[in-house]
Each structure stands twice: as C-alpha cells, then as structure tokens.
C-alpha cells in the first residue's frame, strides 16, 4: 500500500477532525464570507509524483483554494435558485461517502441501500401531497429530471405510434409543446435526440409565464394524430407563475398527451397550505421533476423524478441494462439500474432522508413561507422605493426588478453590486426588460438580511451616480 494512504488510514481521526474544524469555522462564520470571490490569482499546483498526503492537501487547499470559495449555501446569494444546506442534510450527505453505497436492486446481493431510496421517495411524496400512484428516483439535478421524464416521454411517444425508440431509434418525431420552459428542457431534446429547436412555443396569458390554455387546445387540435407531449411549469423561474394544472388535465380528457411539469423548486410550494392550492391537479401528470438542492435545501447532486407507476414498463424499456441478463426480468426485480439513465450512483436520496425526518412537514412549510415573506418584503420595499422599480408582480419567492430613473445602467449597476461581495442576484430579460433578479430559497435568509440588502443596494447606486 502507498505509504500515504497507508499514514492517513492510521490518522482517520486526526484528518476527520482537521475537516470538521475547517468546516465548523466556515460555517460559523458564513454570513462574513464574500458572496462573489475576492481573490484575483488562482495558484495552479502541479501533480505531485510522490504525493502529499491528505494533511498537506487540506493545508493546501485552506489557504489557497478556500479564498475562492464563495458563500453560495448563505442568506445573502440570491443568484439562479440556490438552496443552502441544512444541518441534517449536511450529515446525511457526510454519511453518503462514508458508507459509498450503490443503490440499485431491492433484492440483489450485497447492498440493499436501494429500500431506503424507495423509502425517502414515499416520505417525499408524503411531503409534497403526491399520491402513491408515482414511482420515482433521484437523479443528479434537475436537468437530468427533466432529461428523465421526457426520454420515459419519448418512449411514450414512438409507442403510440408503433416504434420501440429506445431499441430502434428516434424515427418518429413526437411534438414538444411548452409556454415558458426553463433551458433544461430544450436541452434535454437536444441529448435526446428530439431537436432543441423543435419545440413548439405556446402563448401565455397577458402579462403572464402561464399557458393560454385556449392556445394549448389550439395546437392539440391542430397536431391531433401525432404524439404529444405538453411541458408545463409549477413555478417559472423569472415570476413563479403557475399554469393551471386543473385546466390542463380537463384538456387531456380530450385529447391524448403525455404531460411533465417541471416543479424544480415550485414543487415545493405544496409543503405550505398557503400556496399549495397553486398545484392544484398535478398529481395527474405523468411525469414531474423537483429539485432538491433548491428549497429543500440539502446539497447540489440531488433531484427526484416522479412517474406514474403505470408507466413503469416504457421506463424499464428505456432503460433497461442490456448487459445485465443476471438482474432477471427487470419489472419483478425492480432495480433503479433498469430504472433511471445511472448505472453506477451514490446514495442521493440520504442527505434528502436525513432532512425530511429531521424537520419534517412543519419544518419545510416553514422554509417556504419564510421566503415568500421575504420576498414580499424585498418587493414592497422597491416598489416603494423612488430608485427601483418591480418588473413583475412578487407572486412567491423571486423578485425581478430595475433602476426606476436609469434602466439602462441596470446592467452596470448588478456588475457593481456583485463585485463588492455583501449580496449576490443575477440578470434577466422580461420582454425587453433588463431585470435584476433575486430567487429566495435558502433556509437562513431572514428579513434582517433583506434589510442589509437594501442599504446595499442604496449604496451601490449612490456609486454608480458618484
């Protein structure tokens, strides 16, 4: 054995107390750590030939690589939709390379860790109101969700029609009908061979990212004979409009089309009984992604997709291991390996497990409603405010906004912002509408951080006049 490897197995304790104080001090003390890097050199270090052991990795990365590390799991990074990671996540997923599990067959040889998969799936379900005809598993985020959902779809699709496209190939072409999708949707058609481009775009209601469900029945009318499948949104991420599911489904009753709702973060609004009337109806979906790295809040590599059990079998078709004739018939031994795009996967579902039964129903229901607050406050106070104007109405836990007198220095004005460090937000268009845009979903933002947030942007904009 190397004689490294062989010194830090006799030293586990040592180093697993050496990152355990490295982590306790950054954590302790992330509301002062810069929400955009600071440092401007990167040192490069070579691969050593001998090795340096993990100490001197450690000491190296403290004091040259830490500096770039910014405080995305803080109150204060309002960029994307980045969740933090709470203190149960954080152990589960400690325990998730300690144990280094393969989840895959409920009933294989060796590791079981696959039941407590399935288990985590059944309290996520319990958490977001879904009915028990989902089956579902994780995935690495919710691009491969959706990348998930709509290769089942696909499958769906050329079944329809008379083709087996996982084992024959895309020669039918299914219609992707969508009123605002997020990138990762085309960009799961682009994996999947359906075209990026070939999405169809829906009209949505005035001054709305919602569905003109009038628009929707139009095209279904008018692609009839064809597979269809309808993309729609819990939750877009510029004003967190909902469509209505409800409406969706009752045009379903009429016209065949396999439906996925991309509820990455949205989803999540069921776990309050404030908002959850917002998801109305999408338990009827045939497919739905939810990200768990976002408002739940435990850390990135972490994504579930739900389909409905009766589609087991076009999942199982679409992924089924072919060099594994030893796994038996892959519908009576279920095994995530036949059952989602990974082979070889790390116990994802822990960090998730960890956090449902550390908090709980009342503990999440909290999260959300403490964002939206938030949120609300931040808008409120804009709206208010004779220097910045709301771009769209705050319908949940994003706030899109510019500069009331110079709109055309917004841009300038975010660069700024971001580079000091105290709060970070990122850009987006609304219609023609550069917007800055702040997304809450992080478990330690308060309404004190949102006041600290508003001095900065005063500040900043001072600057930027000076």
């Known amino acids: 054995m190397n004689s490294f490897l062989q010194t830090d197995i006799e030293q586990w304790d040592d180093l697993l107390a050496e990152v355990r104080s490295q982590a306790t001090a950054y954590l302790q003390n992330i509301e002062s750590v810069p929400t955009s890097p600071q440092v401007q050199d990167f040192v490069s270090a070579e691969l050593p030939e001998a090795g340096w052991g993990t100490a001197q990795a450690l000491a190296f990365f403290r004091q040259h690589y830490q500096p770039w590390m910014v405080a995305s799991a803080g109150p204060r990074y309002w960029g994307y939709v980045v969740g933090g990671t709470t203190p149960a996540a954080m152990a589960g997923d400690w325990l998730t390379s300690v144990f280094d599990a393969n989840p895959q067959s409920l009933q294989g040889t060796g590791d079981r860790s696959a039941q407590l998969e399935v288990e985590t799936i059944r309290s996520m379900r319990q958490l977001l109101g879904l009915p028990d005809t989902f089956t579902g598993g ?48 085309r960009k799961a058609m682009a994996m999947l061979g359906m075209g990026s481009n070939r999405l169809i775009k829906l009209r949505t209601l005035p001054d709305r990212e919602a569905v003109d469900l009038e628009d929707l029945e139009e095209k279904l009318r ?125 116990l994802r579902a822990l960090p998730a497990w960890f956090s449902l039964m550390a908090y709980g129903k009342a503990g999440f229901a909290t999260m959300v409603e403490q964002s939206v607050t938030c949120a609300r406050r931040l808008g409120a106070a804009l709206e208010a405010s004779t220097d910045f104007r709301l771009v769209a109405p705050v319908r949940l836990n994003v706030v899109c906004f510019t500069l009331r007198q110079v709109p055309e220095r917004a841009a300038e004005f975010l660069a700024l912002l971001n580079q000091r460090g105290k709060v970070l937000m990122t850009p987006t268009l ?21 006041d600290e947030a508003l001095e900065e942007l005063t500040f900043v904009l001072h600057s930027l006049n000076t």
């Open 430 to 450: 609304l219609g023609d509408t550069f917007c800055l845009r702040a997304a809450f979903v992080n478990f330690r933002t308060t309404e004190r951080h949102v």
């Open 222 to 346: 008018q692609y009839q004979g064809q597979p269809i499948i309808v993309s729609t949104s819990a939750g877009t991420v510029n004003t967190v409009d909902f469509d209505d599911f409800l409406g969706v489904q009752r045009l379903r009753q009429q016209y065949p089309f396999w439906w996925h709702v991309d509820a990455a973060f949205g989803g999540f609004a069921a776990c309050s009984p404030q908002y959850a009337d917002r998801l109305r109806g999408w338990e009827n979906a045939d497919s739905i992604t939810v990200d768990c790295h976002k408002w739940m809040n435990v850390p990135y590599d972490s994504a579930v997709i739900f389909t409905q059990r009766k589609h087991q079998h076009l999942q199982v078709q679409t992924f089924q291991n072919s060099n594994a004739p030893y796994l038996g018939d892959p519908e009576a031994n279920f095994s995530y390996l036949n059952f989602l795009p990974d082979n070889s996967r790390r």
């Open 138 to 185: 994780f995935v690495s985020g919710a691009t491969m969700s959706i990348f998930t959902g709509l290769a089942v779809a696909r499958q769906w699709a050329g079944v329809q029609m008379g083709q087996d496209i996982a084992r024959e190939g895309l020669s039918v072409q299914p219609i992707v009908l969508a009123a605002t999708p997020h990138s990762a949707v």
